[in-house]
Antibody, heavy 120, light 110 residues
Framework: EVQLVESGGGLVQPGGSLRLSCSAS????????MHWVRQAPGKGLEYVSS????????YYPDSVKGRFTISRDNSKNMVHLQMSGLRPEDTAVYYC?????????????WGQGTLVTVSS | QSVLTQPPSVSAAPGQKVTISCSGS????????VSWYQHLPGTAPKLLIY???KRPSGIPDRFSGSKSGTSATLGITGLQTGDEADFYC???????????FGGGTKLTVL
């Protein structure tokens, strides 16, 4: 059974930093792309970052480029999202999501999400 | 504004059929596969359709997907009250080099 468990969410002040982690199990982690997707209150889903199966390529939308960094540790079945320069508009539930063999493939398993609140 | 365009809401009676459209462009839907997700508040989104028209195991055949050019459509037949949720289309945008979603469509089963 595929399981994705996020951790690291919480309250942070504007301009601050936070590191989210996701522990994966139930599949051959090193073979699949991984993603972070968020949903702000009252808003839709938004891709936040993606990382190729080998970690060699990463992808970000303009809204977080230069502020967020995704990384993965295939030896520990973990994926991380380092967030800096946080803004109130980054407040959202952040989901860790398993992709396919390629970064452009569908998102087939989702974690339960972790809430990040950016507020003073 | 979302890169992909969906209607904000659709509604139909139990037992009826509904379709949800998703409009994109030559850099996303036209050249990449489309997926559809069902999202109930407070839960993790669930994959309904992948590669335009394929259903993961466990998804009933009441749900179907299609794609033509720069648009995709999700169809749901035999509507049930338990189908009420937000539905999102998603794909990869090869110009932006990131995944993109539609703004979501809220389904109400009257």
């Amino acid at each position: 059974e595929v399981q994705l468990v996020e951790s690291g969410g919480g309250l942070v002040q504007p301009g601050g930093s936070l590191r989210l982690s996701c522990s994966a199990s139930g599949f051959t982690f090193r073979s699949y792309a991984m993603h972070w997707v968020r949903q702000a209150p009252g808003k839709g889903l938004e891709y936040v970052s993606s990382v190729r199966s080998d970690g060699a390529s990463t992808y970000y939308p303009d809204s977080v480029k230069g502020r967020f960094t995704i990384s993965r540790d295939n030896s520990k079945n973990m994926v991380h999202l380092q967030m800096s320069g946080l803004r109130p508009e980054d407040t959202a539930v952040y989901y860790c999501v398993k992709g396919g063999r390629y970064s452009s493939d569908c998102l087939d398993y989702w974690g339960q999400g972790t809430l990040v609140t950016v507020s003073s | 504004q979302s890169v992909l365009t969906q209607p904000p809401s659709v509604s139909a009676a139990p037992g009826q059929k509904v379709t949800i459209s998703c409009s994109g462009s030559s850099s996303n839907i036209e050249i990449n596969h489309v997926s559809w997700y069902q999202h109930l508040p407070g839960t993790a989104p669930k994959l309904l359709i992948y590669e335009n028209d394929k259903r993961p195991s466990g998804i009933p055949d009441r749900f179907s997907g299609s794609k033509s050019g720069t648009s995709a459509t999700l169809g749901i037949t035999g509507l049930q009250t338990g189908d009420e949720a937000d539905f999102y289309c998603g794909t990869w945008d090869s110009s932006l080099s990131t995944g993109v979603f539609g703004g979501g469509t809220k389904l109400t089963v009257l």
